[in-house]
């Protein structure tokens, strides 16, 4: 059975009294244990609702014309995809807390929302992908954009902070996320909106069948999808949402963490011509409620 054929079913993976349960969403406000129990998920502490470790975090760069649009002022970023990493300790759940280490300036949020691996999957055709899916979940890939300078080929201190990789609540099938809207909050307020289907320049589809074609993909393993224009900066005190229409709503709070005890060692965080290009964007190509509600969202 294919991913996108209903009912709606959406599985979570919780802490009850200490231990790790998954369970299946009845309604808004219950969640059937495996066990039998029903609980209110609203109380409870949320895990990331995949295999841990997934073996790989993927994570597609630009994919959506808006993005691209407002990075590069052409609707599609390169002529095929291209992807970087984020390792399983970025992993966060929904609810979780996000640390901006002192001395970052620049942790930009990026909603998106990714496809879980559902079985071994190499060599396939791109119609072929959605019968290797376990289903779809929403995802914030947070970035510190402070390390662009030094990291812009790997990425691998911007996107792979410890926690900077916030999905969930849980993990819905029976929904087709090509027909559906993706949404980010910045402390309530719209700050980034887009037509799945409409934007997109490589379907899930497409980027599971492109890596598949040399790597091996494993149950559990996460293919995120990029975002979508105005990506920004956050601080200490934000919440940051990204919902996927009938897929769910994801939830992070940022929190101020100390600075790293290794004092000059390695390179520093910057502030520099292109890790403000990155981290400030260009509004002039955005949308103007966004811009105003991303203003008015700022604490203090």
Known sequence: MSVLDGPRIERRRVIVEGTAYWGTMEDATTLLLDDGRRVDPTELVHLPPCAIPPSKIIAVHISYSSRSIETRNKPAPTETPTYFTKPFTSLNGHNGQLIKPEGIKYLNYEGEYAAVIGKVTRNILPEEAWDCIAGFVPLLDMGAQDFRDTDQGSMLRVKGMDGFCPIGPGIVTGVDPRKETLRTYRNGLLVQEADIG?????????LIADLARYITLLPGDIISTGTPAHSRSIDPGDTIEVEISNIGRLKSTVSAG???????????????????RVALGFDERVREDLKANYRAAAKG
């Open 198 to 206: 409409e934007e997109t320049i490589w379907g899930v589809d497409y």
């Open 258 to 276: 100390p600075a790293p005890r290794a004092i000059g060692i390695g390179h520093p965080p910057m502030d520099t011509p292109e890790v403000r």
